[in-house]
Nanobody, 123 residues
Framework: QVQLVESGGGLVQPGGSLRLSCAAS????????IGWFRQAPGKERELVAAISRSRYNTYYADSVKGRFTISRDNAKNTVYLQMNSLKPEDTAVYYC????????????????WGQGTQVTVSS
């Protein structure tokens, strides 16, 4: 059974950090491009960061460049999103998603999705 499970969300003060994890089971992440998406209440889902199958290419939304870092540990079958200097506008449910095609992740239509983890940035 193919499954993606996110963890690491929570409540953090502005300026703080969180590291989200996305653990895969049922398939090897090494063969997939991975994206982290987020959706805030009343807003459309947006791609925050992505990493290609090759690991050589990464993408970041302008709103998170310089603050967020996506990485993958193929041995652990896990992808991470390190989030630093968090802002209240980063508050959202964060989802990881996977697809064998880099383009599908960037287009927002990957085949596999996790259930999401809530990130709240508030003082």
């Amino acid at each position: 059974q193919v499954q993606l499970v996110e963890s690491g969300g929570g409540l953090v003060q502005p300026g703080g950090s969180l590291r989200l994890s996305c653990a895969a089971s049922g398939f090897p992440l090494v063969d997939y491009a991975i994206g982290w998406f987020r959706q805030a209440p009343g807003k459309e889902r947006e791609l925050v960061a992505a990493i290609s199958r090759s690991r050589y290419n990464t993408y970041y939304a302008d709103s998170v460049k310089g603050r967020f870092t996506i990485s993958r540990d193929n041995a652990k079958n896990t992808v991470y999103l390190q989030m630093n200097s968090l802002k209240p506008e980063d508050t959202a449910v964060y989802y990881c998603a996977a697809d064998t095609q880099d383009e599908s992740v960037v287009a927002g239509v990957p085949d596999y999705w996790g259930q999401g983890t809530q990130v709240t940035v508030s003082s």
